[in-house]
Structures are given as structure tokens and as C-alpha cells.
């Protein structure tokens, strides 16, 4: 006679065993799929996208006047590694015609232990920022694997790239030049900013004659000066010529006074601008 009561037992043991071996099966198979699956591409793919920043930055800091405009290969369109690519790019620009710093070397681009990158720059006149290198960590990436943020010296680069106005901050001004923003950017602990200006002189009819750059003062918004970090203003522009500036002023600065001297009738002509442009 079967004893039912055995019988129930031992099936509660076969079915408790049965769902400890399935459970065991599929722990094996995440554990299979998450380490030679899933882990896989994931360190596959990291490693592209480190390659991917090694591309970006060495673009970056090569000392071409538009080398930096490669690393926008390397971004994805409207994203802030987008617009610092484009800032470093007319920052390098705006120097092109410094004739005071001979040769320009490229800058270098190192990789840490740690992950992130060491970015140093092309060194210019008027550097990017004050700091001769700066850390590059914590990149994001698109679905594509393209650059699409990252910070510099644990800041984000979109609160470091400002946008600037496109009004010429010395409307209304006696002197010959009407200067436009091109872009601002703050440096990582915040104390200054690097500057960017495109100069157009003036065309009436009584200012056919070069000008050279004579001087620029700065103040706060207590009128008080400031120390200019760093500069570079065209030693000469002529009249039916554009030209650029690039400038690197405590955080606080309010106020530009630039002056110009002409070539023909000595006159010392300056304007005052109302702001550094940016937003």
C-alpha cells in the first residue's frame, strides 16, 4: 500500500531541489552573460570611447590655426564638447597674427592611472585658461560613441564656455573700433575669465588711416581698476580691416577702456565698453 503521506514529501523535496537547480542554472547563465556577454562590449566599447577622447583632445591641442576644429569630428553637433571645440578653436584664431610668440609647439594630451586625461594647450600669449594644464574626467557619450560633455578640473564645460552677445559693446563710442564678442570662458575655480573680441574699425569717411593699439584699462562694477592676467590687441589695423583680441581679466571686470593711436594725426581716440559680452 502507498504511503500517501511519504508520497507528498518527498514530491515537496523533488519540487524544492528541482526550483534550487533552476535557480542555480540561472545564475550561471547571468553570471556567464554578465561576465563574458554583457561585460564584454561594455569594456570594448569604453575602450573605443577613451580612443574616441584621446582623438578629441590631441585635436584640441595641436598648435594649427584651425586644428582644433577637428576634434568637432569627434563631438556631437550642439553639445558642450561641441562648443568648447569651437571655442579653443577661435582662441587660437583670434592669436594667429601675435608675431611676438615665435613658433608654437603643439600642447600634449596624457592619460592617468586614474582614467582621466591631462590636456595641455598650445601656449599662446594669452592662455585659455590660467592654469598651464588642466584634468580632463568624467566624459559622457552619445549613443553613437561621440564626445558629448565632460568636466575640466571637476567643473562641467557647459558652465565654463559662456555665450556671449553679438552686440558691439562700444556702440556709441568716439574711437575706430566697434568690438563684437566671440565667446568667454570662465576658468575652473571661477577667479577669471578669458575673453575673446572681433575688432572692426569704423569706416566714416574721416578715419581713412591705420590705427595702432595704444592701451586697455579695466574695472569692476565699482569703477575701481583691476590687473589685467593676460593680452593681445593687433599692434595695427588698417582701415578696411578686421582684426581680433583676446584677453584674460579677473571674473569681476565690468568695464573695458581701450585706446588707439593714429598713425597720421597722432589723436589718441578711446571708448569705454559697458560689459565683457557675456551672458
Known amino acids: 500500500m502507498v504511503d500517501m503521506q511519504r508520497l507528498e514529501l518527498e514530491k515537496k523535496r523533488y519540487k524544492r531541489e ?109 592662455p585659455l585658461f590660467p592654469e598651464e594644464c588642466v584634468t580632463i574626467d568624467n566624459v559622457d557619450y552619445s549613443t553613437q560613441g561621440e564626445v558629448l560633455n565632460f568636466t575640466i578640473d571637476g567643473v562641467p564645460t557647459g558652465s565654463l564656455v559662456r555665450s556671449v552677445t553679438d552686440a558691439d559693446l562700444a556702440d556709441g563710442g568716439v574711437g575706430p573700433m566697434r568690438v563684437y564678442p566671440v565667446t568667454g570662458v570662465v576658468s575652473p575655480d571661477g577667479s577669471r575669465v578669458t575673453l575673446v573680441y572681433d575688432l572692426q574699425r569704423r569706416r566714416e569717411a574721416d578715419r581713412r588711416y591705420p590705427v595702432t593699439f595704444s592701451s586697455v584699462i579695466i574695472q569692476d562694477d565699482r569703477e575701481e581698476e583691476l590687473e589685467i592676467s593676460a593680452q593681445y590687441f593687433p599692434s595695427e589695423v588698417g582701415y578696411w580691416e578686421k582684426s581680433s583680441a583676446v584677453i584674460q581679466v579677473p571674473r569681476e571686470t565690468a568695464f ?9 594725426d597722432q589723436r589718441g581716440e578711446c571708448d569705454w565698453t559697458y560689459g565683457t559680452g557675456m551672458r
Open 18 to 126: 528541482s526550483v534550487s537547480l533552476a535557480v542555480a542554472v540561472l545564475a550561471l547563465a547571468v553570471s556567464i552573460a554578465a561576465t563574458g556577454v554583457a561585460v564584454w562590449p561594455v569594456l570594448h566599447e569604453s575602450g573605443e570611447r577613451a580612443d574616441t577622447t584621446v582623438d578629441y583632445l590631441s585635436a584640441l591641442s595641436r598648435a594649427g590655426v584651425n586644428d582644433a576644429l577637428g576634434a568637432m569630428a569627434y563631438a556631437e553637433s550642439g553639445s558642450p564638447a561641441a562648443e568648447f571645440a569651437t571655442t579653443v578653436s577661435r582662441w587660437r584664431q583670434a592669436q594667429r597674427q601675435d608675431s611676438s610668440q615665435g613658433d608654437i609647439k603643439d600642447g600634449t594630451v596624457a592619460r592617468g592611472d586614474d582614467g582621466a586625461f591631462s590636456l595641455c594647450l598650445p601656449e599662446l600669449s594669452v
Open 256 to 264: 573695458f577702456f581701450i585706446c588707439w593711436d593714429g598713425v597720421l
